[in-house]
């Protein structure tokens, strides 16, 4: 469910990213743009979704966070591919730091922000 929240986010930022985003700050821009947004999504759905999906501990809510990573991954380089027709070489070139290239910020924000929307939801 909540992934599916995510991809749903995930799709319309990409179509936001191509359709005005980028036409008005190029690539680069685009690609900063449609990170943080995404980035975004993610903190707002990990923050409500967390108690629906009750973690009994850390360990747990980390386990959710690696799942959202591995379904984003997956879901990047497939639909990316096979859906979006983007090549393997232009899927691989967003992990590039070296270039610019932030996506590796939505895979640590996927990682810990479940963990993180946990712990702030702790009874004090």
């Given at each position: 469910?909540?992934?599916?929240?995510?991809l749903i986010f995930a799709v319309l930022n990409g179509?936001?990213?191509?359709?005005?985003?980028?036409?008005?700050f190029g690539e680069q821009g685009g690609h900063i743009?449609?990170?943080?947004?995404?980035?975004?999504?993610?903190?707002?759905?990990?923050?409500?979704?967390?108690?629906?999906?009750?973690?009994?501990?850390?360990?747990?809510?980390?386990?959710?966070?690696?799942v959202w990573v591995a379904l984003t991954v997956a879901?990047?380089?497939?639909?990316?591919?096979?859906?979006?027709?983007?090549?393997?070489?232009?899927?691989?070139?967003?992990?590039?730091?070296?270039?610019?290239?932030?996506?590796?910020?939505?895979?640590?924000?996927?990682?810990?922000?479940?963990?993180?929307?946990?712990?702030?939801?702790?009874?004090?």
């Open positions: 469910m909540e992934f599916g929240l995510l179509a936001i990213r191509e359709g005005l985003i980028t036409l008005r743009g449609s990170t943080a947004i995404l980035c975004a999504a993610i903190i707002l759905v990990a923050w409500f979704s967390i108690s629906w999906i009750g973690p009994k501990d850390r360990r747990e809510a980390l386990v959710i966070g690696t879901f990047k380089f497939l639909a990316g591919h096979y859906v979006f027709g983007n090549s393997w070489e232009r899927l691989i070139a967003d992990y590039n730091v070296f270039r610019g290239r932030l996506w590796i910020l939505v895979l640590l924000m996927s990682l810990f922000t479940p963990l993180w929307a946990f712990l702030q939801k702790l009874p004090v």
